[in-house]
């Protein structure tokens, strides 16, 4: 059963570096998301991403977030200076439509120290 | 905006004992409701979804849910629940003609032999 793959699954940073999480999504499908939970509180959606534009964004993704599917498989999330609140699990995830259930990744820890 | 209540924060059942989780939710409008589940070590898979049609939802392993519209609920269900229940349960909504996802805080399931 095709999943959704992400790298690296455990990432740490000093605070102000730049970090870029990838993401496999399944190959057939069209609509791209971020979401993250930060430890003990609720999975928190930042991004959705059709046909390589934003459709979506939360308030959470501010100036330091970019998203960019540099090619035909991959779906990337760069955090340009990280904070220590940036410290979380990121989730990405995939859907045929925009409108159909999202599949969702393992998840990449990101610890900012 | 939509948000999201889970009652219970941890339940610990022993096997064959019937389990329900109780998800609430907040929206003025038709909603589309998952309940996803994370087994340890694992991604969020889905368990079962509602988008319209009969509110009582059947899904994967035995479980179901119930969407009460009057109650702005969505409670999940199993009569018999296994140690390998054991898992992190989220109730989660989606405005229909929106992609983002919001969740519950989820709901830790303990089941003991």
């Known amino acids: 059963e095709p999943e959704v793959t992400q790298t690296p699954s455990h990432q740490v940073t000093q605070m102000g570096q730049e970090v870029i999480l990838r993401c496999v999504p399944i190959?057939?499908?069209?609509?791209f998301y971020w979401y993250r939970q930060i430890l003990g509180q609720k999975v928190e959606f930042l991004v959705s991403?059709?046909?390589?534009?934003?459709?979506?964004k939360s308030e959470i993704f501010d100036d330091q977030f970019s998203v960019e599917r540099p090619d035909g498989s991959n779906f990337t999330l760069k955090i340009r200076s990280t904070k220590l609140e940036d410290s979380a699990m990121y989730f990405c995830?995939?859907?045929?439509?925009?409108?159909?259930?999202?599949?969702f990744g393992p998840g990449t820890r990101l610890t900012v120290l | 905006a939509q948000s999201v209540s889970q009652h219970n924060h941890h339940v610990i059942l022993s096997e064959a004992a019937s389990l329900e989780l109780g998800c609430n939710y907040s929206?003025?409008?038709?909603?589309?409701l998952f309940w996803y589940v994370q087994y340890p070590g694992q991604h969020l898979q889905l368990l079962l979804k509602y988008f319209s049609g009969d509110p009582l939802v059947k899904g994967i392993k035995g479980f179901e849910a119930e969407f009460i519209k009057s109650k702005f609920s969505f409670n999940l269900r199993k009569p018999s629940v296994q140690w390998s229940d054991t898992a992190e349960y989220f109730c989660a909504v989606n405005a229909p003609g929106y992609q983002k996802v919001t969740f519950g805080t989820g709901t830790k399931l303990q089941v003991i032999p």
């Open positions: 929206y003025g409008g038709t909603v589309n």
């Open positions: 190959s057939n499908h069209l609509y």
């Open positions: 991403f059709y046909n390589n534009e934003i459709s979506e």
């Open positions: 995830a995939s859907s045929v439509t925009g409108y159909n259930e999202q599949f």
